[in-house]
């Protein structure tokens, strides 16, 4: 017994880096990207040398279907050359500036997002604190986000659109980005009302009885029991709604026939067949993405740190 005592625990084994096997991923996926890419533009590279009279060899076949000015699926150097060509050798003021399409995107995204946030602070607040609300309107609120957005979306963008640019007297680009706000709104606000009516209700009982107990009423319950307690559940809440806030500005680019936006420029993409361009627009879209999903997590993180709710 003693010599058990005596014995020592071993030690925990450290965490290992997540660097080392997110390379291993990202290498394998490009590995298989190129293979992807020559089997795919290959017909179209015959077809080129045939036209041209030539019997090409293997090296020269491989080389053309990475160097094609519209295949069907660039290589991944092709990307990262047009990202580049298009972001830091084109002035940002630019019409043919992807900073420029990104930035009209993001205004809409964080208009949508906002309103989304605020929209859905105030349902799950009613939804929490009024029964009747709970059974009618959760349902409906679940009930929204059934319809697909490609669908909904042309119907709320047009109309809106020209509602607001007919009617209402607004300029064109105004109700566009109006009409692109209402599609992030209509995406964003369901995750956060969801989120927050979970977070709401996660304080124990016997914490909300403690609270009745120090004479406190709704009001005050609310902003010092229950939405300290909801905070860790909306940051997470807000990650999922920023990134298809995005998702729904791209979208809503696409009826109007905005000029302008990254919805615009994969629109112009595919009617003049430069796949280069839509896939620059897409790695683009997912980069803006992940930022933003980064500095909702940071802002998040910062929140739960000041609390002294992470460990």
């Known amino acids: 017994m003693t010599a058990l005592a005596a014995t020592p625990h071993p030690l925990p084994a450290k965490p290992k880096g997540k660097l080392v096997p997110v390379l291993v991923v990202t290498l394998a996926l490009i590995a298989l ?3 992807g890419a020559y089997f795919m533009n290959a017909t179209l590279a015959r077809d080129a040398f045939l036209r041209a009279k030539k019997e090409p060899t293997a090296s020269e076949l491989l080389l053309a279907t990475y160097a094609m000015d519209r295949p069907l699926l660039p290589a991944p150097h092709q990307i990262v050359a047009e990202i580049w060509k298009s972001t830091a050798l084109t002035p940002v003021t630019s019409k043919k500036s992807l900073v420029y399409h990104s930035w009209i995107t993001l205004s809409a995204t964080l208009a949508g997002f906002l309103s989304g946030a605020l929209l859905g602070l105030i349902l799950a607040a009613a939804i929490v604190h009024v029964p009747s609300l709970d059974r009618s309107l959760m349902p409906w609120v679940i009930a929204s986000q059934t319809i697909p957005i490609v669908a909904i979306a042309p119907m709320i963008v047009v109309v809106g659109y020209n509602l607001m640019n007919g009617q209402m007297g607004f ?3 105004t109700s566009r980005f109006i009409a692109k706000a209402l ?3 209509y995406l964003s606000f369901f995750p956060i009302t969801v989120g927050l009516v979970k977070g709401l209700r996660s ?3 016997i914490l909300v009885d403690l609270m009745r107990t120090y004479s406190a009423n709704r009001w005050q319950t609310f902003w010092k029991l229950r939405m300290p307690a909801a905070l860790p559940f909306l940051f997470a809440s807000m990650q999922v709604a920023i990134a298809i806030s995005l998702v729904g500005a791209i979208v809503g680019e ?5 000029s302008a936006g990254i919805g615009a420029r994969l629109l112009a993409g595919s ?3 430069q796949t280069v361009q839509i896939w620059s627009a897409l790695i683009a879209a ?4 992940a930022l933003l999903v980064w500095m909702v997590s940071l802002g998040g993180t910062a929140v739960v740190k000041r ?3 992470a460990r």
């Open 171 to 173: 300029s064109t680009d």
């Open 203 to 205: 304080p124990d009982t």
């Open 286 to 289: 997912s980069v803006l993405a």
């Open 183 to 185: 599609i992030s709104t």
């Open 271 to 273: 009617y003049y067949g």
């Open 33 to 35: 990207w190129y293979v």
């Open 254 to 258: 696409l009826p109007t026939g905005a």
């Open 307 to 309: 609390m002294g709710l």
